[in-house]
């Protein structure tokens, strides 16, 4: 179901961005600015919307990531990518900034900023500390939770399938993180929901030097999303506890 597995088939970073949408951001350090770099990217396929630029670039950053069009140990320069999506350097900085703050990407002093490199041995370390969280919260309410209230949460399984199926790395990404949030928020521990998240965007970033997940890793995960909705709408706890165990292991395959 993640989408940092390990990755066979590695995309270029001269491939389309995908749309962006609203969110926040944070501001850039002085010493970041007037950065230069070589690594240009091409025009986004969906033109920035000039109310919450720096949201949207943020989002349209963190899909970049995802689909492998900014790649790992590169250095990308803020006017640059502003000259991509149509926008000043100022809300690229500022997103990329968020970016650094969560630890996808570091401030290279008058360059820009350079996309975070790292090995399947932290993609395990984040399953790990994942399963720790998740694993027995889900248990406990593969118990507790009648079958309506898992029948709610079909269309976020339904979802997640969709955007396999087109294989929109992206999409996949959000609909992956809506699944396992809507799951947890069944606990009613909003904090737990915020720290699970965090872990599970970062176990999404690309690997170095096989930044991407395949699409017949992305079917593989929506279809254990399916199963276990299934197990849990049965409380079938015993099936559930297979699943589950089998979704995070499997994350640094």
């Not at 395990?124 to 889900?138: G, Q, S």
């Not at 009648?146 to 087109?166: I, K, M, N, Y």
């Not at 965007?201 to 992305?218: F, H, I, K, Y």
């Amino acid at each position: 179901m993640e989408q940092g597995r390990a990755r066979e088939d590695v995309r270029t970073p001269h491939a389309s961005a995908a749309p962006m949408t609203a969110s926040s951001s944070l501001r850039v350090p002085e010493q970041a600015r007037g950065e230069h770099t070589h690594n240009e990217l091409p025009a986004p396929r969906t033109p920035v919307q000039r109310h919450s630029v720096r949201g949207q670039i943020l989002d349209a950053l963190r899909a970049a990531l995802v689909d492998g069009e900014l790649t790992p140990g590169q250095v990308y320069s803020a006017p640059a990518l502003g000259a991509r999506f149509g926008v000043s350097a100022t809300p690229v900085r500022e997103a990329m900034q968020q970016l650094a703050v969560e630890g996808a990407v570091e401030v290279v002093p008058n360059r820009g900023f350079r996309v975070a490199e790292r090995g399947p041995g932290e993609l395990a370390e984040l399953a790990e500390v994942r399963a720790l969280l998740e694993v027995p919260v889900m248990l406990r309410l593969a118990r507790t939770v009648p079958p309506a209230g898992w029948c709610a949460l079909r269309p976020l399984a339904d979802a997640t399938v969709a955007a396999a199926a087109v294989g929109d790395r992206a999409s996949y990404a959000e609909a992956d993180r809506a699944f396992h949030g809507a799951v947890l928020a069944l606990n009613g521990n909003a904090q737990l929901v915020m720290v699970a998240d965090e872990l599970h965007r970062r176990s999404q970033w690309p690997l170095e030097g096989n930044p991407v997940t395949r699409r017949a890793d992305l079917l593989a995960d929506a279809a254990e999303h399916t199963a276990l909705l299934d197990a849990l709408v049965a409380q079938d706890v015993t099936v559930v506890q297979s699943l589950v165990r089998e979704h995070f292991t499997g994350a640094d395959r």
